[in-house]
T-cell receptor, first 111, second 116 residues
Framework: GEDVEQSLFLSVREGDSSVINCTYT??????LYWYKQEPGAGLQLLTY?????DMKQDQRLTVLLNKKDKHLSLRIADTQTGDSAIYFC???????????FGTGTRLQVFP | DAGITQSPRHKVTETGTPVTLRCHQT?????MYWYRQDPGHGLRLIHY???????DKGEVSDGYSVSRSKTEDFLLTLESATSSQTSVYFC???????????????FGQGTRLTVV
C-alpha cells in the first residue's frame, strides 16, 4: 500500500518544542520531505532529507530519519504561534517519482 | 515563488456535468501532479505526469482523467462530476531528482470544487 502515516493533532505551549512524527512505506525512498500548509493556502516546503542522512538541522527545525524503522520526525524548537499549521511528511518513490503524502498533523500552539 | 497557477480557483458545478481543471507552469519542470485534499485523508494522489503525453494513475484515480499535451499544462477532467468529488484540488510540479536539490515539489494555490 501507499500509506504514509501521521498523527492528526498536536497541541503545544508557545516556547516549547514540537515533535511531529511520520512513518513511511518504501524503505528505498530517496527523499523525504516536510511541508507546511497554512489555512487557505497551498503547501510550502520546510525541509527535506536525503536517505543517506540520519539528521538534518535548519535553524529551528531538526529532521531525524530512522531508515530501519521507516520513521521520520520533525522537531520545531521554541515553537511560536506562527507555527500553527498543518504539517505533511512525504516520500518520493524512487522508481516512479510519485510523491506520496501523509494525512497531515495539525499543530496548534497556545500561549 | 515557482511559476505555477491553477484555474479556476473556485467552481460550483452540478452532478453529472464534466469539469476540467487546469494547471499551468512556467518552470519547464518534468513532473506534474494532481492531488485532492480532504479532511482526515491528507493529500491523495489522483494522477501524475512524468513527461509530455506520459501519465500514470495515483491512488484515487477512478472518475478522473488527465492530459498533458505540452510541458506547461496538465489538465484534470472529471467526466461526470459526483458529490464525492467535492474537494480541494492541488497541482504540484517537480524537477528531476538531483544529488541534493531540485527535488522539491512546488504547489499551486488550489481549486475548491463543489459538486451539488
Amino acid at each position: 500500500g501507499e500509506d504514509v502515516e501521521q498523527s492528526l493533532f498536536l497541541s503545544v505551549r508557545e516556547g516549547d518544542s514540537s515533535v511531529i512524527n511520520c512513518t513511511y512505506t518504501d524503505s528505498s525512498s530517496t527523499y523525504l520531505y516536510w511541508y507546511k500548509q497554512e489555512p487557505g493556502a497551498g503547501l510550502q516546503l520546510l525541509t527535506y532529507i536525503f536517505s543517506n542522512m540520519d539528521m538534518k538541522q535548519d535553524q529551528r527545525l531538526t529532521v531525524l530519519l530512522n531508515k530501519k524503522d521507516k520513521h521520520l520526525s520533525l522537531r520545531i524548537a521554541d515553537t511560536q504561534t506562527g507555527d500553527s499549521a498543518i504539517y505533511f511528511c512525504a516520500e518520493r518513490e524512487p522508481n516512479t517519482d510519485k510523491l506520496i503524502f501523509g494525512t497531515g498533523t495539525r499543530l496548534q500552539v497556545f500561549p | 515563488d515557482a511559476g505555477i497557477t491553477q484555474s479556476p480557483r473556485h467552481k460550483v458545478t452540478e452532478t453529472g456535468t464534466p469539469v476540467t481543471l487546469r494547471c499551468h507552469q512556467t518552470e519547464n519542470h518534468r513532473y506534474m501532479y494532481w492531488y485532492r485534499q480532504d479532511p482526515g485523508h491528507g493529500l491523495r494522489l489522483i494522477h501524475y505526469s512524468y513527461g509530455v503525453k506520459d501519465t500514470d494513475k495515483g491512488e484515487v484515480s477512478d472518475g478522473y482523467s488527465v492530459s498533458r499535451s505540452k510541458t506547461e499544462d496538465f489538465l484534470l477532467t472529471l467526466e461526470s462530476a459526483t458529490s464525492s468529488q467535492t474537494s480541494v484540488y492541488f497541482c504540484a510540479i517537480s524537477g528531476d531528482r538531483g544529488m541534493d536539490g531540485d527535488t522539491e515539489a512546488f504547489f499551486g494555490q488550489g481549486t475548491r470544487l463543489t459538486v451539488v
